[in-house]
């Protein structure tokens, strides 16, 4: 790759070529709609000689984060892509690459749950893994897709952090959508994105002395051990922020760090929402600011680790705050309103928030619906 | 690296765990009885330390009787069992 | 046993430390001896959760003298594929990586794990020692226990079920080398293992573990169980490869002479040892005939299908 590459691609080959550029060394692959054109993606590029990675076609999504726990324990870079079933089945190792701080990427097409079967976008597959440990990105469009696998690679493996990241994007809506995108000059990814190096431990008896990992302990000693994740959890908003603020420089783009705001000055209203539900918000909001209407938009672009400060700084500045989940946990409402409610209190921000559950499913969220809240707000 | 970092900044406290004799504590205070080399009837074959599950006895070369590391053995008597020539008695603790 | 192969022994070390926390008399911790005598300093364990991943101690310390990489039950077989992939991109092919578990996490709950990196041929190795039932967790029956035997699942004994001829299905997937091994035998254990490392491609070794606990029997007595179940023809001892599309097939020598059924040791000395078929049900007895007939049958099969041209 001699320069940047401008072309019309779906989201899904948006994440192949995130991984690509990344220069992913070990891919585990397992099909499952929405996701899996990522993977044939990365598999006719690797068949065909034009990238160098080893290719493992594992036999469970369980088998695929395994095997790149496995992989970057040893030092490689390792990537794999999952949704909805597939990242629910491999749950447990998804909390396991946490807890063995392995940072591997890996990309989520969010997908609904079953049953009843649904191969359209939700988001509540990937929130369900909240609170293995992950930094959880969320893309908006198909240039975000592709820079971010990038910037979670340049956030996971910084030494402050070492733990794993995932990229989410919309089913359907991102993943097989296409839109114009920019594939970067390979040099340039290179400048930025530097080869992993282990700093903590690798499995290697030609480079480590012997050592076990995860044996049996104490609980006291657990405890350290497993907060060392929030530590790292805790520098790692630093870390996200200076990525992003890098990626700006190299690359011309800027996606947000932790949060991306559209049309907050003077907001009186302000919608958040996650990946491509944000995106359609700012479509909104800039015919309604046309209109008259003072609304703004946050786009909630990385919800582990949570942007707290962000969020409540923006709260305190506007009369109203209105949350839009294209998820919901059974008994409480929507994840991300409850978030930002919980961080609202944290920080005594007394400004109320609207939860809005919206396209359940895949089901359209159109602007029409945003505006009929924002005008039923100011009524 | 040489060594893995287990201990470095509080964010990479790590579980990791490093070689040691006698990681599991002096184990030889599990014994009820205590394997014991009769040495004149010794034959030096090396069954004993073969079988030995713990890697308690040790033996440097097949010149000399081996030894019993009675801190680790857990007296479990498969060396007893298994001497061809019935060179080992158990003896009980304390 | 020739002077130079137990000077050989003598001379690797040992990679297990004496003050592990395993149970006195314990089958699998005198196996691990053999498996890292034969493989060397330049291993990687990959250790589901079973006993091993406890009798290795508490950290900050551990047991074993080679990297060893502890996780979750159904994933090892798995791990160990990135971890091999991931070595090889870098040009560390001549590493060992083994996954070493138990009956429960290789037979049971990795069974399509560890099929899914003997179909892909990941050179890796696989071994299992089978005490035949989830020990670690206090003794429930597993797809390995078999018939008759009593466990806290089966407080009855076994009487839905046979034994999965796990070490059959690694050798039907294609692989190169597939063993059989037992702690009564040591040496043949260490050469299997020694034979597995010179081949490139998935090995499987399946090793005979008694568990003084499990089945109830005195820790003295650990050996002596395990030679009966080959004397017995319970347990066989074979390796099988598979050569450009054929299958060889070899019954080891310890067991050859169980070929012939009249030349073994009648099934009731080995099981009368055992706590866990105390009482036994002359319907037990059947069935574990039964399952025998079927393994002699599938080494007979195999025996032949190496001679065919």
Sequence with gaps: MRMEIRDVITGNDAAAWGARLSRVEVIAAYPITPQTTIVEKLSEWVDKGEFDARFIAVESE??????????????????????????????EMVSWAAGARTPVVTAIVNRALGPPWNIWTDQTDALMARDAGWIQFWASNNQEVLDSIIQAYRVAEDKHVILPAMVMLGGFVLSHTAMPVVIHDQEKVDEYLPPYDPPHYVLNPKISKPFAYGNILFPWD????????????????????????????????WHGDLIKEAYTDGAEIVIMGLGEVAEQAEATVEHLR????????????????????????????????????????????????????????????DTPVTAKIMGIGGDDILPEHIEKIVKELIK | MDMPAKEMEEHLLLPISLPTKGAGGKTGSWRVFRPVIIEEKCVKCMMCWMYCPEAAIEVKSRKEVPKINYDYCKGCLICMEVCPVKAIKSEREG | MSKTLLDELIEAGEYVLPGTTACPGCGSSLALRYVLKALGKDTILVI?????????????????????????????AAVASGVRQALDYKGYEDVNVVVWGGDGGLIDIGAATVSGAAERNENIFVICYDNEAYMNTGIQRSGSTPPGARTTTTPLGKVVGFKKPMA?????????YVATANIAYPTDLYE?????????????????????????????????????????????????????GKIEFKLSPQSKPYLDPSKRKPIEEFLKYQGRFRGFKEESIRRIKEWMNIQWNLVKSMLRLSEEK
């Excluded at chain 3, 990489?69 to 090892?76: D, E, G, L, M, P």
Aim: proline share 4%; hydrophobic share 45%.
């Design chain 1, 290 to 349: 046309q209109n008259g209407l003072k609304v703004g938009v946050v786009k909630v672009r990385v919800t582990r680790p949570f942007p707290k400060r962000e969020i409540a700084k923006i709260a305190d500045n506007v009369s109203h705050v209105i949350v839009i989940d294209r998820n919901i946990s059974f008994g409480w409402g929507g994840i991300l309103a409850g978030e930002v409610k919980a961080t609202l209190h944290e920080y005594n921000v």
């Design chain 3, 168 to 176: 059959f299905l690694m050798l039907l997937h294609g692989v190169p």
């Design chain 1, 62 to 91: 369980h088998s695929a984060m395994s095997a790149i726990i496995g992989a970057s324990a040893a030092g490689a870079r390792a990537f794999t892509a999952t949704s909805s079933q597939g990242l629910l089945y491999m749950m």
């Design chain 3, 192 to 244: 299997k293992v020694k034979k597995g490392k010179a081949v490139k491609g998935f090995k499987f070794i399946h090793i005979f573990s008694p568990c003084p606990p499990g089945w109830r029997f005195d820790d003295s007595k650990t050996i002596e169980v395990a030679r009966l179940a080959v004397e017995t023809g319970y347990w066989i001892l074979w390796e099988g490869r598979n050569v450009e």
């Design chain 3, 48 to 76: 589901p959760a079973c006993c091993a991943s406890v009798y290795q101690a508490i950290y900050p310390k551990v047991a074993f003298n080679v990297i060893t990489y502890n996780v979750a039950f159904a994933s090892a």
């Design chain 1, 222 to 253: 657990y405890a350290k051990v497993r907060l060392a994740i929030q530590k790292a959890m805790e520098n790692a908003v630093d870390v996200i922020k200076k990525a992003a603020k890098e990626f700006h420089e190299i690359f011309g783009i």
